[in-house]
Nanobody, 113 residues
């Protein structure tokens, strides 16, 4: 079955960096558009970025220039490189395969001094 496993979150100071990973299985990863979505504490879901099988990306304005989505089709893995992190980036981050309505379990990113 389709499985998505998020990892890489943690506690980081403002200005720091993290790389999130999403390991996938159960489907042909290279054919599927993948996305990152986040949910800040007490708030709703926010779409962050998407990448199609060919590597074309879209990213929301609030993180453009700081966050970079990428994928390794040979490893069936999605990434989110996050730089210059801000306290407002604190959230649980989820990878999503919308075609299958599948979500990872989420990984917490906490940006605090």
């Amino acid at each position: 079955q389709v499985q998505l496993v998020d990892s890489g979150g943690g506690l980081v100071q403002p200005g720091g960096s993290l790389r999130l990973s999403c390991s996938t299985s159960g489907f042909t990863f290279s054919n599927v558009t993948m996305s990152w979505v986040r949910q800040p504490p007490g708030k709703g879901l926010e779409w962050i970025s998407s990448i199609n099988g060919g590597g074309i990306t879209k990213t929301t304005g609030s993180v453009k220039g700081r966050f970079t989505i990428s994928r390794d089709n040979a490893k069936n893995t999605l990434y989110l490189e996050m730089t210059n992190l801000k306290p407002d980036d604190t959230a649980v981050y989820y990878c999503v395969a919308a075609s299958f309505e599948a979500w990872g379990q989420g990984t917490l990113v906490a940006v605090t001094s």
